[in-house]
């Protein structure tokens, strides 16, 4: 039986730009054709992903959400400290104390149930902002897996660094955010370029972020970037293969002749080519899909 990669497409929802100091889309409107056109271009290809969503975004968009989730995609909660309530949390998540990021945590996953009527169990920071505390604070409040950071990132200025953090999926460690541990808390990391290529002034590292295709990169960059992931997983053997790309509620996916709506599109068709072509099977997964996957292996 051939090895499984599992494909997990993921989308950050964030509040409408002008309510969202790190970022957002310009309106209600263009974040629901985001949504929505997301979605419908990875049912056309049988994938799936999660949706990592802020409380508000929750709460505006409930319905599709809800629909959306029927269908086979996750809901997660994605938090900017920033862009939460009224705006009185000027910092990044980890530049807060422990204590502090168990309060505002704890806060925004209230509303979140409360939008969406239902737990949550999946999260992933805005700007990948963390602190040794965060995964501790995050199983205290009962979230189980996150695809929380893109690994050797290295952006003091928003408490998100982690050079050096483990590429593959673990299980977390109670003070120590690099390295895998035991605690329940299960990462999913973004998927990197195993060969280390910088984009963003050199402080982030090459991945599937769908809207990098307008400014730094070319579509055969991303193509070429999924080569290189999957064969350095294949290579190393890693137990459990995925590959997470990236985007967010911000452009017009619902517009078939968008060239974002284009490149998901391509990428999608593409990783059924190479993993047939590494004779791997294609698993489209949602991040809790594949903690469920690595306790099922007993990892």
Known sequence: MSDKLYVSFTMDCERIARLSPPGGPEDWNISERAIKGFAETLFENNLIGTF????ETAERHRELFLELEKRGF??????????????????????????EQYEQLKAAREHWEKALERNVESFRTGNCSASDDTFRVLKKLGFRQGGTYIPDRNIPKFAAVWVGAYPYPHHTHPS??????????????ITVDPEGRRTWRGEDTFH??????????????????????????????I??????????????????????????DRLA?????VAGRLGLKLVPATIKQI?????????
């Open 52 to 55: 990592f969503i802020v409380p």
């Open 74 to 99: 996750e809901l997660g909660m994605h938090y900017h400290a920033q862009a939460f309530l009224d705006g009185r949390y000027k910092r990044y998540l980890g530049e807060y104390s422990y204590e």
């Open 176 to 189: 120590n955010r690099l390295i895998p541990g035991a605690m329940e808390y299960f990462e999913v990391p």
């Open 208 to 237: 599937l972020r769908i809207e990098q295709v307008r400014k730094e990169v070319s579509p055969q960059d991303h193509l070429d970037l999924i080569d290189r992931m999957i064969i350095d997983q294949v290579e190393k053997g």
């Open 239 to 264: 137990s459990i293969k995925t590959i997470v790309p990236v985007t967010h509620n911000c452009f017009d996916y619902s517009d078939r002749e968008n060239l974002l709506r284009r490149h998901l």
């Open 269 to 273: 068709k593409y990783f059924r080519e």
């Open 291 to 299: 903690h469920q996957v690595a306790d099922a292996k007993g990892l």
